[in-house]
């Protein structure tokens, strides 16, 4: 008796030479071929040798076989894998099934790469940003530092560098704390300063991180200190610098740059994929946190203490800590680091109600997640809107395809084969138009993906998104396709494998009952196309109204043919009365330049993201009022288009020793002044000497479009205690930009060798970029509505068209008895009619329903906005009418005799 651990191995056995003949199933075919034709020959001859005839004894073998056919199965299943080679069987036969049907194919694959493509790349935004872990060992024990007030309603992630110092060396949650923060370098080149992005770090940096460097050491605490390590500052590069500044040279190590005009040295070289904590960042040179006063200058957030809100902090758990045990901790020890690491006590009073606080830190931290988040997820739930209605789509025109090929399927049940064998070959044939459409879907994906972050990111953007493949969106991708097959397949093969056998075979092949031809589900799906497709053009019209209407908002000035000329001063010798005097001469050397029509300065541009704000009363105020303030030069009005309603512009004059002088926009004179003219009047800033009012300008939006535009003051650049101020020149421009910008960099550099070129903007691109969720939405938005368009388009014509093709024989006998074409037209295009008709209906409602859901989004436009509803139902009709006209038509045009025939 066979043992039980003989039979295991035996089947062990077994199962290895099933899966061994996988890859020479043709051999062993001719192999099996030429056995039984030699059993069959050597049967022959036995048969002869009894006084058979040469035809009976040729049947009389193929009797004893019982099939040729038969046995080759048989033996097939019995050496092979049945599943897998059933698989195979069926992925050829699909192929063959479209390659049959060209155009059908063509357009399943189409319909689902539409929804497939813009579905992914989302995903692979939000991958990039929200989900793909830092590229560092054990990133899940990476914490983000956070703090939030009691009115707060979000966390504020800039810390100052007392409250960071003093976390740093009094935790006992985690092994390593580190603060970071972005900061443009200026490096000295072959050719002068050059700008070179980089990052200010804290000596754990490297360590928190743990990513080996590449040649050389990491940052440390050692070098984290004031002076550096020992003379001078030691920093890190990345590789992509060593590259391009170094060309790989090995003796990289020790050697000397020139950062802002101080002496650095290099101590180490990082992979090429490693770039710190901030997912979009591509730091070139990591300075240490020490030196900020040096490559900052002339700023020294440093020396501001605990004012200056600028970094960002970071910490690695320590072994069993998780990030909820440290957020509690944090907030409850709040009160004693702040005390701590500060000793003014108003501070502290102002502070009272802040929490410290900690969060899951895997995907590192950018501002763009936390800004990005929540239209990502509003779009995504588009994408997957959108996706639906192309596996609708497909499953409508399945389901009239497979109608079609009834009698196929009812004969091959007849001849034996069973439901659960056709399901499965129906479902392979869904399989492939997901797998095509997935690949065509992928193809698209880097260029819509490049599309979206480059709208993201706006123009002179230092920052990337990495949307490479990743396992996660790979894994995505199957896990659509296995969807999309279910959704697509599922119920077609299962309709079209319930028919009654008999009605099938007997009846003719494009005959059709009454009932079959008005069966609800294929009106269902189209109908739910339909609904789905009309949200879709409803919230892109709303989203489309919504920024339509942020930019015809008045901004207050006249943004086209300005642009503006960032200007970095900080590492030059020039300061005061002599830098102001370099202003003027530059800003004259400008308006000398062709197609330049005014020039001004400003410390902060409208719509450049900048804020700074300060306190200011009036005899009539009642107490100080927060204002947003700029420091400008002469001309800036008048280059803006702004109109000065009173009073005049500064003056290069407007000097220390000509008395301190302000201008009020309409705004801020209203809440100092109220029903009284400002002119000439004095107010105090901060509670400081008296400065006299000379102008009243009208209101320019600052911050955003969305917001009014605030109470703003003026001072002017000839009196900024600043040191070595840098401003913003603001030319308005007539003609192209190309030459001027050339021009205005050969300015710079001739006038001050030691300033960095001019980084140039257009004011319309500034505009732009501050409502680039809002224009990314948008954009999507009527991607998405097209494609529903197109897809309900090719879904109601294939549906149709099918459904008019199987009704020729009864469109025959209509016209042979005297049917007109048009009451025949009428007649295919009310199937239609109906459908689109209920279907608008039903999305009208959902959309109402669900348009609440992107109120936040929306700017100066309802939810219920009764012209974007009408004009998007209008819409949807028309498409329907027209997809439903070419197959109304063409059933027009059939001949009776020839309709007939057909049966």
């Not at 409850?332 to 009272?352: C, F, M, N, R």
């Not at 399945?398 to 049940?413: I, V």
């Not at 819409?875 to 027209?882: E, K, P, Q």
Request: hydrophobic share 45%; net charge positive.
């Amino acid at each position: 008796m066979e043992s039980p651990k003989e039979s295991l191995l035996e089947k062990f056995r077994a199962a290895l030479s099933r899966i061994a003949s996988l890859g020479r199933s043709g051999a062993m075919d001719a192999e099996m071929d030429e056995e039984l034709r030699s059993h069959l020959a050597h049967a022959i001859d036995e048969n002869l040798a009894r006084g058979m005839s040469r035809k009976e004894a040729r049947n009389a073998a193929l009797r004893s076989f019982g099939g040729i056919t038969q046995t080759r199965e048989a033996y097939r299943t019995q050496r092979g894998v049945p599943v897998f080679d059933q698989f195979v069987r069926d992925v050829r036969f699909g192929c063959r099934q479209l390659m049959r049907a060209p155009g059908f194919a063509l357009t399943a694959v189409l319909t689902l790469a539409l929804g497939l493509g813009a579905t992914t790349a989302i995903f692979s935004i939000i991958d990039a940003l929200l989900l793909r872990p830092l590229p560092v060992p054990h990133s899940d024990e990476l914490t983000v530092l956070n703090y939030r007030s009691i009115n707060d309603r979000q966390n504020g992630y800039s810390f100052n560098v007392p409250v960071f110092r003093t976390i740093e060396k009094g935790h006992d949650l985690f092994s390593n704390v580190a603060a970071f923060s972005q900061h443009t370098l200026q490096v000295r080149g072959n050719s002068g300063n050059v700008r070179v992005q980089g990052q200010v770090v804290s000596g754990q940096f490297f360590q928190m991180l743990q990513t080996p460097p590449l040649l050389g050491r990491w940052l440390t605490p050692q070098d984290d200190q004031k002076g550096g390590a020992s003379s001078q500052f030691g920093i890190v590069i990345s590789e992509g610098f060593w590259r391009s500044w170094f060309n790989h040279a090995p003796d990289v190590i020790g050697r000397k740059m020139i950062i802002a005009n101080a002496p650095f040295v290099v101590v180490g070289v990082m992979p090429h994929n490693f770039f710190g904590a901030d997912p979009v960042e591509r730091p070139q040179i990591y300075v240490p946190l020490w030196s900020e006063p040096i490559v900052d200058a002339p700023y020294d957030n440093i020396a501001a203490g605990e004012h200056s809100w600028w970094l960002r902090v970071m910490g690695r758990r320590k072994p069993g800590i998780s990030a909820e045990q440290a957020d509690s901790a944090l907030k409850a020890s709040t009160k004693s680091i702040y005390e701590e690491a500060v000793s003014d006590h108003k501070w502290l009073e102002d502070q009272k109600d802040q929490r410290l606080g900690a969060e899951p830190g895997t995907t590192g931290f950018t501002y763009l997640q936390r800004f990005l988040a929540k239209p990502l997820k509003a779009i995504f739930g588009l994408c997957a809107v959108m996706l639906l209605l192309a596996c609708l789509n497909l499953a409508s025109l399945l389901l009239a395809r497979s109608a079609a090929r009834e009698r196929e399927l009812a004969t091959r049940l007849a001849m034996g084969a069973s439901r659960r064998r056709l399901i499965q070959q129906l479902l392979v044939e869904s399989l492939l138009i997901a797998v095509l459409g997935s690949a065509a879907g992928l193809m698209a994906v880097p260029i819509i993906s490049g599309m979206l972050t480059s709208i993201l990111l706006g123009v002179n953007a230092t920052q990337t998104i990495d949307t490479s493949m990743d396992v996660r969106i790979f894994a995505f991708v199957a896990l659509t396709a296995i969807v999309a097959t279910l959704l697509i397949g599922f119920i077609p093969a299962w309709r079209a494998t319930s028919k009654n056998l008999n009605e099938q075979i007997k009846g003719g092949s494009h005959t059709v009952s009454a009932h079959q031809r008005t069966r609800l589900l294929p009106r269902i799906l189209m109908g739910l196309e339909v609904a789905l497709a009309l949200m879709l053009v409803v919230g892109a019209g709303l989203l489309s109204a919504s920024v339509a209407r942020l930019y015809r908002t008045g901004l207050g000035f006249e943004p086209k043919g300005v642009v503006a000329l960032s200007l970095d001063m900080g590492k030059q010798p020039l300061d005061g009365a002599a830098l102001t005097q370099w202003y003027q001469a530059y800003s004259e050397a400008l308006e000398r330049q062709p197609g330049v029509e005014g020039v001004g300065y400003a410390s902060m541009t409208p719509m450049d993201g900048s804020v700074w704000t300060s306190t200011i009363q009036s005899s009539l105020s009642g107490g100080d009022k927060e204002m947003h303030m700029d420091t400008i030069g002469p001309e800036f009005f008048r280059t803006m288009r702004v109109p000065v309603l009173a009073g005049r512009e500064f003056r290069w004059s407007d000097t220390p020793t000509s008395g301190k002088k302000i201008i009020l926009n309409d705004a801020a004179a209203k809440v100092l002044f109220p029903n009284r003219n400002p002119i000439g009047q004095m107010v105090y800033r901060d509670k400081g000497d008296p400065i006299e009012v000379i102008a009243v300008v009208g209101d320019m939006h600052y911050e955003s479009i969305q917001h009014a535009a605030p109470p703003t003051a003026y001072i002017p650049m000839g009196q900024d205690k600043g040191h070595k101020s840098s401003y913003t020149a603001v030319v308005r421009l007539k003609g192209g930009a190309a030459a001027f910008a050339a021009a205005a960099r050969s300015l710079a550099s001739q006038m001050s060798p030691d300033i960095p070129p001019p980084i140039m903007i257009s004011f319309q691109d500034q505009i732009n970029n501050s409502i680039t969720s809002e224009r990314m939405m948008v954009i999507l938005a009527i991607y998405f509505a097209g494609c529903a368009l197109l897809v309900t388009a090719i879904g109601l014509y294939g549906t149709l068209a099918y459904a008019t093709a199987r009704r020729t024989g009864e469109i025959g006998i209509r016209m042979a008895l005297g049917a007109q074409r048009l009451s025949v037209v009428a007649l295919v295009f009310r199937e239609n009619a109906s459908v689109a008709i209920t279907g608008s209906a039903a999305g009208l409602i959902a959309a109402l329903m669900a348009s609440k859901l992107l109120a936040s989004f929306l700017y100066g436009t309802s939810v219920r906005d009764p012209w974007v509803m009408s004009a998007s139902v209008l819409t949807l009709m028309a498409v329907a009418c027209a997809a439903s006209l070419l197959p109304a038509l063409r059933a027009s045009r059939i001949e009776p005799i020839q309709a007939l025939r057909t049966e």
